[in-house]
Every structure is written in structure tokens, then in C-alpha cells.
Nanobody, 124 residues
């Protein structure tokens, strides 16, 4: 059974970096052909894909967030991490990690497994 679990601070100050880690169990993050993704849901809005890192380490970021986003991985810990720089209150959201087997990060129907989500609030 594949399981994902988000972890990280629930409160981040404006201009700082939001950092969340997703710990995966049940499958190696280097297994063909998984795309390990981050998704968020701002208050009152729908789910939005942020980006992914693939089984081979290739990354993709949504263009509107690309300049502030990094996704990396630690294969020894079977984890992948989101960093979102220079955050503002508009980055307040529930952040989910998920996995799929194609690159269409915006299509929420394509995610096979999800974490439970982590609320992150950006506030001073």
C-alpha cells in the first residue's frame, strides 16, 4: 500500500521560504514511472498543481510559480521536498503531495495516491 505523508511548519512569515517534505512508503520514489507531485488548495479555491519531480529526478513547475519553486528529493530517505520562496499571504493553502504516472499535474483525476494535506499559513 502506497502512503504519503506531508510534514513541515504550519506557519511561515511573509518573505520567508515555505518548506514541506513528503515521506513515501510502500514504493520507492525511483520506481518507473512515478511523478511525485505537490498540489495546493488556497482558501475558497480549487486544487492547483504546483509541480513534480519524476522517478528519474526531472522536475517541472507551474509557470506562474516557477521562479519561486524548487522540488528536490532524498532517495535514501524516500522523501521529496517542496520549497516555495518569498511567500506572501496569498500562498496560504492546504498543501498536498501526491503521485501519478503522467505529467499532467493540473488534472486532479490523475493522482493515484494523496497525502492527507498540511495547512500552511503565511502571516507575520
Amino acid at each position: 500500500q502506497v502512503q504519503l505523508q506531508e510534514s513541515g511548519p504550519g506557519l511561515v512569515k511573509p518573505s520567508q521560504t515555505l518548506s514541506l517534505t513528503c515521506t513515501v512508503s510502500g514504493v520507492s520514489i525511483t520506481t518507473n514511472f512515478y511523478y511525485w507531485s505537490w498540489i495546493h488548495q488556497p482558501p475558497g479555491k480549487g486544487l492547483e498543481g504546483i509541480g513534480y519531480i519524476t522517478y528519474s529526478g526531472h522536475t517541472y513547475y507551474r509557470p506562474s510559480l516557477e521562479s519561486r519553486t524548487s522540488i528536490s528529493r532524498d532517495t535514501s530517505k524516500n522523501q521529496f521536498t517542496l520549497q516555495l520562496r518569498s511567500v506572501t499571504p496569498e500562498d496560504t493553502a492546504v498543501y498536498y503531495c501526491g503521485t501519478r504516472t503522467d505529467a499532467d499535474v493540473a488534472d486532479m483525476r490523475g493522482y493515484d495516491y494523496w497525502g492527507l494535506g498540511a495547512q500552511v499559513t503565511v502571516s507575520s
